[in-house]
């Protein structure tokens, strides 16, 4: 039984057997998540294999699941080619945000985000299209990839080059968390053409720069609205870990200054207020908008300021910042019991439901890059309670 798993590596490992269920190999995705969901369920799966890289049967499980989402995947997009071709309109057209008022290119779907009034709090809308069962469930083991793999190699060679634009929705934070996924399976499988997706992402973009606001930032999505503390920081995330992984010095160069440029900015918009934390976004005005300090806008920039680290190891600038922002990050989340809380709770929606477990990701990233009994703890508490109280009956 479960209860008797103290192991954490060996607990990971039981979790994702369970959630291998809902996994559709038709699709490419994790059934009753969304889109960048499960781009982010993959990069869980690419750290369970480095947590255990001597297990070969969860290795040759990931390798066939990114191998089998890059070519299933994109068929699920919920809203294709929109970056293609901006309409102008929306860059004047403020306030005016339905898809029926404006429709240029006919790439607008229906697929938006909703942000809570209140909190900011994203709830992802799909076009009623998405959910229908245009690919009926199929299970990973079936696949002919799953043959294709033997004691020799680990390794799947796809079948087509992955395209980037398969992978952009309109969305800039939900086209880097895919950029990050595959810049994990890269690390996992060492097949640069998931480099080269992640290369191909991250580029496309780079064409939502600047904002309005400080001449510099990205916008959260194409409808060039909203400036927002997610998107950049995965912008800056993605940058420092193309950083860190290609192998030309002139792309290493460039997305080293990507990464800074966007930390400069980053911390001249105001996002980070005075207590350490960081709020959702900017006003129209480009202030700080007080919107909510939701668990994953403090984590994802501690992965990124780690990586930023490695990339230029004599500046210990990065981790210092990170470590500030982490420890009052968990200041301000935690409750008596250490255990740390989004304000959504508990009828977070699905979208919501995942920023913790990125902040604990990313707070174990800047562990084992700056090692903090804090930190530790606060890993070690917080998995302790998803174990015990998260599990349903066996």
């Given at each position: 039984?479960?209860?008797s798993?103290?192991?954490p590596?060996?607990?990971a490992?039981?979790a994702?057997?369970t959630?291998?269920?809902?996994?559709?190999a038709?699709?490419?995705?994790?059934?009753?998540?969304?889109?960048?969901?499960?781009?982010?369920?993959?990069?869980?799966i690419?750290?369970?294999v480095?947590?255990?890289p001597e297990?070969?049967?969860?290795?040759?499980?990931?390798?066939?699941v990114f191998?089998n989402?890059?070519?299933?995947?994109p068929?699920?997009?919920?809203q294709?080619?929109?970056?293609?071709d901006?309409?102008?309109?929306?860059?004047?057209?403020?306030?005016?945000?339905?898809?029926?008022?404006?429709?240029e290119t006919?790439?607008e779907?229906?697929?938006t985000k909703?942000?809570?009034?209140d909190?900011?709090?994203p709830h992802?809308?799909f076009p009623?299209?998405?959910y229908?069962?245009?690919s009926?469930y199929?299970d990973?083991?079936?696949?002919?990839?799953?043959?294709?793999?033997?004691d020799?190699t680990?390794?799947i060679?796809l079948?087509a080059?992955p395209?980037p634009?398969?992978w952009?929705?309109?969305?800039y934070d939900?086209?880097?968390?895919?950029?990050?996924a595959w810049i994990?399976a890269?690390d996992v499988?060492?097949?640069t053409?998931?480099l080269?997706?992640?290369?191909?992402?991250?580029?496309?973009v780079?064409k939502?720069?600047?904002?309005r606001?400080g001449n510099?930032g990205?916008?959260?999505?194409?409808e060039?609205?909203y400036?927002?503390?997610i998107a950049?920081e995965?912008?800056l995330?993605?940058?420092?870990?193309l950083?860190t992984?290609?192998d030309d010095?002139?792309k290493?160069?460039?997305?080293t200054?990507w990464?800074r440029r966007?930390l400069?900015?980053?911390?001249?918009?105001g996002?980070?207020?005075?207590?350490g934390?960081i709020?959702?976004?900017l006003t129209?005005?480009?202030?700080?908008?007080?919107?909510?300090?939701?668990?994953?806008?403090?984590?994802?920039?501690?992965g990124?300021l780690?990586e930023m680290?490695?990339?230029?190891?004599d500046d210990?600038?990065y981790l210092?910042?990170?470590t500030r922002?982490a420890k009052?990050?968990?200041?301000d989340?935690?409750d008596?019991n250490?255990?740390?809380?989004?304000?959504c709770?508990?009828a977070c929606?699905?979208d919501?439901?995942q920023?913790?477990?990125i902040f604990?990701?990313?707070l174990g990233v800047?562990?084992?890059?700056?090692?903090d009994?804090v930190f530790?703890?606060a890993i070690s508490v917080n998995a302790?309670?998803?174990?015990?109280?998260?599990?349903e009956g066996e």
């Open positions: 039984a479960s209860a798993i103290t192991d590596t060996q607990r490992e039981f994702l057997s959630l291998q269920i809902w996994y559709n038709g699709t490419g995705l994790w059934e009753t998540s969304g889109w960048w969901n499960s781009a982010n369920i993959l990069t869980m690419g750290n369970l480095k947590a255990d297990n070969k049967r969860f290795r040759d499980l990931a390798t066939r191998a989402t890059v070519t299933q995947a068929v699920k997009n919920p294709p080619g929109i970056e293609s901006v309409p102008s309109q929306k860059d004047t057209q403020r306030g005016k945000t339905s898809f029926t008022l404006f429709n006919g790439s779907s229906g697929y909703v942000l809570n009034p909190t900011f709090e992802s809308v009623d299209t998405w229908k069962a245009n009926p199929i990973i083991s079936s696949l002919p990839i799953f043959s294709s793999l033997n020799e680990d390794q060679t079948a080059t395209n634009a398969d952009l929705d309109g969305f939900d086209d880097l968390w895919w950029a990050l994990n890269y499988t060492l097949n053409q998931y080269t997706l992640a290369e191909g992402i991250f580029a496309a780079t939502a720069w600047p904002t606001c510099g990205i916008f959260w999505n194409w060039k609205e400036m927002n503390a950049n995965l912008f995330s993605t940058a420092a870990h950083a992984r290609v010095d002139e290493k160069d460039a997305y200054d990464a966007t400069a900015w980053f911390l001249d918009s996002m980070l207020n005075a207590n934390t709020n959702d976004g129209e005005s480009c202030a700080n908008n007080g919107g909510t300090t939701w668990s994953y806008n403090q984590g994802v920039i501690l990124g780690v680290h490695r990339a230029s190891p210990t600038s210092a910042l990170a922002i009052a990050a968990l200041l989340l935690s008596a250490g255990v740390i809380h989004d304000v709770e508990p929606g699905f919501g439901e920023f913790k477990g604990m990701r990313n800047l562990h084992a890059a700056a090692a009994d530790g703890n302790e309670s998803v174990w015990e109280n998260d599990r």
